[in-house]
């Protein structure tokens, strides 16, 4: 299905635009109301100060544009019935986009309390940005909404990820000129690279220049006519104006100029997909140039502001007890003639509903909006055919995320006819050793191609951009309409998108309280080329901390994991592929790294989340334990298994525990984490007073906040990453954090009571060794050969 083209004629007639016009005032007194009315919402009887609003909260500069877009879209959508959502950049416009849904009745049929009449809009109002109500924005709770815009930057990354792997779907996107200049959504104008005419969708951007952000105009706007349209051609695209501030030259305007792009969309979909064209469509953008604040207050206490930056929030303030800013807020209302727009019950009238869709084509109820709904499982292959033998642990090496790669390449296979599932990441999917997949699908390219290059295709699944923005966008946009995808990054980028994390975290706490919102697949982080593997790179690329940053967000949202080895991998991401409304976190090396555990050891070990490896230990997993060395990450479970090797050698009296944890928020009390474990099972893990010896993959301080309330917290010594990076060996980077085996065996003997003196001996060894190691490194630039050629024989 493409987009339809125009059914001749498209030129609206008078009457048309007319109701065209009834329907944005509508919309525009009913956005101004929700910033300013308490009650009386007709305006059926004269304004008085105890109707208005004691807090005025909201924006309404970026408003009547957002209208006027939806007015318009309405026409467009019902004209040629269209497969239609909007993403409206500048969220913060909530009014607006509330106010249209209410209009269309998509908000009545969401929240039946909210009728389509005079006390639903008294609702509407009341409940705006008010103690109980509903959020400024274009949040999780409006009906047809897959981006909040609270964060600016993100619209048009959203649109592209909405419109993959959706041919009929348009997704229109409103930038505001503000939003424009972010990073993110710089960088997003390229997703038209991306975008295969053939197996995807049509995203149209309508660039609103209204001039202004908060307090200074904007740059785009403020570009010569000339510099701006080569700055959008640059970008790929074929600009088409509308401007101005008389409201029916721009209606006339805005009508023809959805209707040329539309009709190009349509015909770049048809000769691609009927006539076989190859070329990347030079795709329409709209720019539309009106006033901020436009048809709210000229002037207010002598000062403009329709048109200027002062319209951005609320033109009128305050209201209550200033008299003439009453008197003003009245006549502004009046001026949209409300009485012409509703009947005398407070419905719309037929005028103002002529151009608005039926059912599920409106904005507001698409449900492509609310992705879960079309949401379907993921085919996953067995893990058996893809999982590594084990027949004894830690005597086989395998490359975890290679590992992964194979099982992933099987899922691009199974839904290549359901085009459900993709893989992004910046550039770095072979890098991070997963190029199993090209095997499978290609990467998404439509620009132009050399003989040189590898696995490019027009029809690609992996999605490679170095825009770490742009790649979690266009992944959010994916998920939110119903489909399911994967995020590979380097572990020290993935910082780039800490903020958008945050949103995306916020966006699924809030749609897990909201009943009509279904459950989406979750957010996955593949983070691999991690901090102690940096060989070729460094300091520079030596982070471990996004896994601190997504464990401060809502707990029942956020999941992290640390498989230890190949097959836990496997087990983890059959896991979080199946899972609903989180952001998962999993952190894997590449590098060869010891096979520990079987399957269904595996599979028994993340179900556990954390347990103890009764084949490392010395305590036979039933006698008390002197010491427990505990572990979470590829690197310090090696270390760790390395120290208790040397611990049952040297000191085979002292009773040594081994746990290993997967799911860090294990570790967490029940009421803080769903995952959290009760006390008596933690303590039954960890004890609650001998000497507990962690070895942990990222900042040492993220054990002790999640572990601060066990009663063994006092007896808790974390090593882990504590900044000491550079380029180096791999073991070099464990000694230069104190976390290597040699280190470990020193902090067991320093803190197991009676150990000091008796084991001094040996401690003292440990230390030679780290001296030694010292000098080797620099005279033969690798690691110490008891080092590298290490393998666990207990
Ligand atoms: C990333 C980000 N930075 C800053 C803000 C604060 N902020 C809210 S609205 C706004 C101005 C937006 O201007 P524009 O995109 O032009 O929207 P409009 O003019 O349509 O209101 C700013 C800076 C934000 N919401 N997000
Ligand atoms: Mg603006």
Redesign the pocket.
Known sequence: MTVTPSPAPTEPSDQELRSLDAHWRAANYLAAGQIYLLANPLLREPLTPDQIKPRLLGHW??SPGLNLVHTHLNRAVKHRDLDAICIWG?GHGGPAVLANSWLEGSYTDTYPDVTRDADGMAKLFRQFSFPGGVPSHVAPETPGSIHEGGELGYSLSHAYGAALDNPGLLVACVI???EAETGPLAASWHGNKFLDPVHDGAVLPVL??????IANP?VL?RLPEPELDALLRGYGHEPLYVGGDDPMTVHRAMAAALDTALDRIAAAQREAREEGRRDRPAWPLIVLRTP?GWTGPAQVDGVPVEGTWRAHQVPLDPVRDNPEHLAQLEAWLRSYRPEELFDEHGRPTEQVLAHVPDGHRRLGANPRANGGLLLRDLPLPALERYAVPVDKPGLTLHEPTRVLGDLLAQVMADTAGRRDFRLVGPDETASNRLQAVYDATGKAWQADTRPTDEHLSRDGRVMEILSEHTCQGWLEGYLLTGRHGLFSCYEAFVHIVDSMVNQHIKWLRTTRQIPWRAPIASLNYLLTSHVWRQDHNGFSHQDPGFVDHVLSKSPEAVRVYLPPDANTLLAVADHVLRSRDYVNVVVAGKQPCFDWLSLDDARAHCARGAGIWEWAGTDDGRREPDVVLACAGDVPTQEVLAAAALLRRHLPEVAVRVVNVVDLARLMPTEEHPHGMPDHEFDALFTRDKPVIFAYHGYPWLIHRLAYRRTVHPQLHVRGYKESGTTTTPFDMVVRNDLDRYRLVMDVIDRTPGLSVRAAALRQQMADIRTRHHAWIREHGTDLPEVTDWTWDA
């Open positions: 500069g970026t500048p505001g000129d503000g609103h220049l209204n001039g202004y952000k904007t706007a901020k």
